[in-house]
């Protein structure tokens, strides 16, 4: 339930930035946030499969280390 409620989360930033700038710029705003969330998705997805593992070989208690690591990056 608290998942769901994340979902539009991305569609309303997005559009609450473009109202804050000229019309001209929304492509570059558009494409400057889409680079970046692909960098993200490039190093932060094997990064958390990485921790996983790594909690995974320590034991139980260290399950949530990959959540952990992005709770300290918040």
């Known amino acids: 339930v608290l998942?769901?409620?994340g979902w539009g989360l991305f569609a309303f930033l997005g559009s609450l930035a473009t109202s804050f700038i000229n019309v001209h710029y929304i492509a570059e705003l558009n494409f400057f946030v889409s680079v970046i969330n692909i960098i993200g998705l490039m190093f932060g997805s094997p990064?958390?499969?990485?921790?996983?593992?790594?909690?995974?070989?320590?034991?139980e208690k260290w399950y949530s280390l990959p959540f952990s690591f992005a709770l300290k990056l918040l």
Do not use: D, Q
């Open 47 to 59: 990064l958390f499969a990485v921790l996983f593992s790594k909690g995974v070989e320590l034991e």
């Open 3 to 5: 998942n769901s409620f």
